[in-house]
Structure formats: C-alpha cells, structure tokens
T-cell receptor, first 114, second 116 residues
C-alpha cells in the first residue's frame, strides 16, 4: 500500500463547477498537509498549506484535513479553465528544516471545460 | 515572480555522457535544497537533500556516485547525472524550503532529461 493515495483522474468539469480533489494516507504521523498545482512540464506551485485537522480557505480554494479518517480534500469553487492542471497532495511528519521530507500523491489531472 | 530558478529546462544527451542541472534560490539563502525526480504519471520522489558546505544526504536506492550533488553556496545547488543511461530519462525538480522553519517548499520549473 502506498503511503499516499490519490486518484489520478482525469477529472473533467464544466466551467463554474465546484471541484473536489482528495487524498488518503496511511501514516498517522503526518501532520503537515499541502496542495500543489503543477502545469505540464513545470515545477509544482504551492497552493495551500495546513497543519493538523481542520479547514483553511484562501479565495476560491478550501483545504480540509480529517486526521481521524486520514483523508484530505481540496475544494475549488467557481472553477475556471485556467485551473486546468495536475493537483498534487503532499504531506510530511516533520516540522521543517533538513528533516522535511514530503511524500507526494501521484496527482489528479483536472480539466475545466469552458 | 519565481523564487527558485532551475536550468536547463530540458536537455537531450547521448548515453554515457554527463549532464549538470543547476538550481538557484533567487532571494533566499538556503542551507538546504531538495532534489526530486518524477517519472510520467508517478509521484514526485525525493532523491537527495543538498546541504550547503557538506555532503548531500541520499534517499535509499539512489546512487550517490551517479547523481552528484554540490551545494557550494547558499544560493546554488547542482545535480550532475554521470554516465547517463536511457533509464535516467526523467523530470528532475529542485526545491527550496522558503521560510525559516522549512516546511513550505518552493519548486524550480524542472528539467526534462532525455537520454538517447
């Protein structure tokens, strides 16, 4: 079993739809959870960062963490064609520095149709 | 704007040659940088941790003699793929912990390596 599971998609939605992206994980020691957006052949771009359980909102993006279920989600409201990209979840046990080792999901390919 | 610059963005080389990839932290002094590799439709996998002024730390299964890392200054780390073979063809990405606690990683734009 992989430490982090993510549905690779592709996920196709119409413009304006609410998008739900999810990851599950097996390591209960993960405390830091991140979502990255990656356009084709580019480096990932940090979208959201959360620590422990709860919700965090930033504009059209909302990140949720449920540590009891080992499940994290990213919601995108009013999706736009420019949101079309691969979304990677990532998580780590440690608090920073040289011990920071992110474990990534495989990414979900999202296509927002105009 | 970009805070991490990676160069080149793509490179094609013959089998047996060596390729150097540069990663620069543009506005932040980084004692640590990370090198990842990404195969098509697979996760980003950490290869090694580059430490300024000391030896890199390699993940299990990564050959340190094949993937040479040099972190000579607080703004520059290089990854050299030595004696490259077709199976080394991949997308290589560096990252820099952006704040003082290091939990937020910012990535370079990546280097697509194709070995013929």
């Amino acid at each position: 079993q992989k430490e982090v599971e993510q549905d690779p998609g592709p996920l196709s939605v119409p413009e304006g739809a609410i998008v739900s992206l999810n990851c599950t994980y097996s390591n209960s020691a993960f405390q830091y959870f991140m979502w990255y957006r990656q356009y084709s052949r580019k480096g990932p771009e940090l979208l959201m960062y959360t620590y422990s359980s709860g919700n965090k909102e930033d504009g059209r993006f909302t990140a949720q963490v449920d540590k009891s279920s080992k499940y994290i989600s990213l919601f995108i409201r009013d999706s736009q064609p420019s949101d079309s990209a691969t979304y990677l979840c990532a998580m780590s046990e440690n608090y920073g520095g040289a011990t920071n080792k992110l474990i990534f999901g495989t990414g979900t390919l999202l296509a927002v149709q105009p | 704007g970009a805070v991490v610059s990676q160069h080149p963005s793509w490179v094609i080389c013959k089998s047996g040659t060596s390729v150097k990839i540069e990663c620069r932290s543009l506005d932040f002094q980084a004692t640590t940088m990370f090198w990842y590799r990404q195969f098509p439709k697979q996760s980003l996998m950490l290869m090694a941790t580059s430490n300024e002024g000391s030896k890199a730390t390699y993940e299990q299964g990564v050959e340190k003699d094949k993937f040479l890392i040099n972190h000579a200054s607080l703004t520059l780390s290089t990854l050299t793929v030595t004696s490259a073979h077709p199976e080394d063809s991949s997308f290589y990405i560096c990252s820099v912990p952006r704040d003082s606690f290091g939990e937020k990683l910012f990535f370079g734009s990546g280097t697509q390596l194709s070995v013929l």
